[in-house]
């Protein structure tokens, strides 16, 4: 089968690579039907993800047909419609049965990362029966890619820990495919002010139809002073952190009010300075999170309920044979205006 790999920093390509076949007894083998690429792929690809290993086939996120299934998965069937999960969690360890599947002791983010992922024809899936969701009958199914994993780390890394309240003055720095996820999300509990930044004007003017009161470019470096000047001198409730370099978590130092909540989504790839001469006095909170897709079946009725639309996250289509345009697209967004990019089979 032809599947997309990561040969080292820098290096990657489509090979021929056998079909997976069932290891364990609550494994599936999932035909891929529709997948797409994520900002943390180009992290890997940077060199960024040391758990990555070169030889890896990358991809968490799509929805397939199940192929086959391990003697002890009952919960599906050859032939069903499946969305794929990008957190793999065998329900029942300490970490899963705290709804924390992100550190599932033999699953958590290991698809398209530590073990081969859904670029590709076939993917195995391990614990299918708590790491596969059924498709509703009629359901849109490329929005049901964005619940692979945008919208629950939007949701959960962001707005969840970001503790996103009515009437709340929220910040989201990286308006990405993330960034907007966590925009999208965040209007289900009513803050007063939405104020999105990036460097990308064409994602701001994005966001502004997707729901942000304010936008902010921050290449000229005075992001901090315009977020102080749109909130009266005060700050922000919520600083949600969604890009994953050190500039943009000293914004999120800079722009947080007393009491307020740095909730911080993006991947970093190296050390990042922390203010405590500053910030020991604030009364804030940092919190880190991978995305534990725990939310997963709660946004899938919102989003079946016409409550939120991830479907204008879409902004790109390719065929599996086209997957290096596809990566070429989404890794030059300022020019393209990709967002998330279908790949069909
Ligand atoms: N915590 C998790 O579980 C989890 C899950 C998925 C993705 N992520 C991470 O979330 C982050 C966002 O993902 P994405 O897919 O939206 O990525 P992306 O690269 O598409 O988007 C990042 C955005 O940040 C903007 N940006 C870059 N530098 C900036 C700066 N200095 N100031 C302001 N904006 C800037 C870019 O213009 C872009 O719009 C990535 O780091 C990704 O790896 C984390
Ligand atoms: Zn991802
Ligand atoms: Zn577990």
Redesign the pocket.
Known sequence: MKAFVYRGPGRSGVEDRPRPEIEGPGDAIVKMVKTTL???D??ILKGDVATCAPGRILGHEGIGTIAALGPAVSTFHEGDRVLISCISSCGTCGYCRRGMYSHCTTGGWILGNEIDGTQAEYVRIPHAETSLYPIPKGADEEAMVMLS?ILP?GFE?GVLNGKVAPGARLAI???????LAALLTAQLYSPAEIIM????DN?LAMARTFGATQTVN?TDGKAAAAVKALTGGLGVDTAIE????G??FQLCQDIVSPGGVIAN???HGEKVDLHLEKLWSQNITITT???DAVTTPMLLKTMQSGKIDPTRLITHHFTFDHILDAYETFAN??RTKALKVIITA
Do not use: F, N, Q, Y
């Not at 720095?173 to 960034?179: D, H, R, T």
């Not at 969604?242 to 370099?245: Q, T, Y």
């Open positions: 994520c900002g943390t180009l992290h994993d780390t890394c720095v990286g308006a990405g495919p993330i960034g930044i990036d460097l990308d994602r921050s969604a890009v994953g370099i500039a943009t989504i993006g991947v999170r991978l995305v967004a300022a």
